[in-house]
């Protein structure tokens, strides 16, 4: 036997099968698993293993010209840096994962780990390869224990370019972020067509899983794009951000700019009557360097504002209440979007900077129902938990257990600083003056008048920052043109924040 030939033989396959994925995804709207990739990486650079892997299924190796079944692994650079990748391919057997596949994945997972390097799935399947049974679910169970025991030691990254379904979405919701792609993208346990054999309910699959639904409704995707190559480029953007693995710093960009003029705008950005609203985007803007603000999950609980940005070069997670949604009210979906975001941060070392501006928590029936105090608790769990450097600021509202929940001093909270505009107190003003001053206002001739007066009083001699200064709680008040000098030095002083915690084999945060 020639080999050189029968290597040839094999590349040739390779090649056949690509013209044939070709044609039938692009009649989908959809690249190739390869296309995806050479998008995903920088030039040249993926390297790929396992190319020539048999699948077990005969039918498999016929859709496959018999190698690879039906997805591809490997290593390539994104901006230079390393990075492992899976890519499924749909025109075999529906990207569906037997075990040939599923080794092939849990093999480039297991070397990401070991190697420290994030890791990208790029998910087209139909979950299960059902024709493998027990096989193929093994499979899976190898990937998803993979998926944990990489957690928080190098970022893992989802991208679902079509159909995610079954066993498939169980590893993208292990990981720590998902993309998606409008209309050509969707994830569901169980399709529509048992669902209506199920609850004799007629569901599109857009509507049960597509992206919208889940960057909007259940939260459980991260980013929306319009197509698959935006969405790729996405995630070149979202890796400049992060550090490798656990133990490496994040990039340090070297061209720092930033709005310099516009820091004077922060000196009256807050409206003089508290309840008008303002957008936190437009403070993040100005105080970051110069449109390095990358928002996560920017349709989902948008009363909280989360995202990462640098500063002076540096990344930085930046969680802030939005005055613009919901008064900014935390609930149950921000608590939750705010905790899994404070523990990813903390995982990655990337420090916390809080921009607060919180009524407090969004009381109702709905939210006691389902849940709140419960998710209320995950936040602040998170926020406690947390070692990286926190700095928070108080932009105006700061009230209860909010104000306690947005990484307060007494949480450990390494800086809190506050805005003159800041109100910290128990409650609002018109709250707390019914309860503690009830008698007299009900008492009085004009309770109108005196109500006013003493909500007057409360403002200026209860819920100011000045009283917490006084008190250590408020390490400064600062002006606010001033906040981004002052928090490059407060993030300078706490670079080297070391905090060993006593031992235990891990929490019990309120999932
Ligand atoms: C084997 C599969 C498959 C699967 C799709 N195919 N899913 N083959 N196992 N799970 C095959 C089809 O037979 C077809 O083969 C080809 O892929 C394309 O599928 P179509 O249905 O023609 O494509 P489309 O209309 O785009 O629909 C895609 C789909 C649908 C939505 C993914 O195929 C589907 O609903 N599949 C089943 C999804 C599902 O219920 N999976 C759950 C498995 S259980 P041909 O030969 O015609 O090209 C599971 C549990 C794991 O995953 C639990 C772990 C915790």
Redesign the pocket.
Known sequence: MNFLNELYHRLEALEIKEQEAIQKQHL?GKLTARERLHILFDEGSFFEIGAFVEPILE?AKK?SQQYGDGVIIGRGLIHGRSVFAYAQD??V?????GEAHGRKIAYIQEMALQLGSPIIGLID???????EGIR??AA??RI?RNNVRSSGIIPQISVIL??A????V?SPALTDFIFMVDKTSYMFL??P??IKEVLNEDIS?EELGGGIIHTLKSGVAHFLYDDEEHALLGVRKLLTYLPSNNFEPSPISKSIEYYEARQEFLDKIIPEDSNKSYDVKDIINIIADKDSFFEIQPNYASNLVVGFARLNGKTIGIVANQPKVMAGVLDIKASHKGARFVRFCDSFNIPLLVLEDVPGFLPGIDQEYNGVIREGAKLLYAFCEATVPKVTVILRKAYGGAYVVMSSKNTGGDFNFAWPTAEIAVMGPEGAVKIIHKKEIESSDNPEQVKKKLIEKYKTEIAIPFLGESLGLIDEVIVPSKTRSILITAFEILNNKHISLPKRKHGNIPL
């Open positions: 989908k039918e859709k749909f025109t057997l529906g990207g569906s994962l399947s139909g979950g299960a390869r059902i024709q193929s679910l899976y169970a998803f079509g159909p379904a079954g066993g498939a169980y169980t399709g067509e048992v699959k």
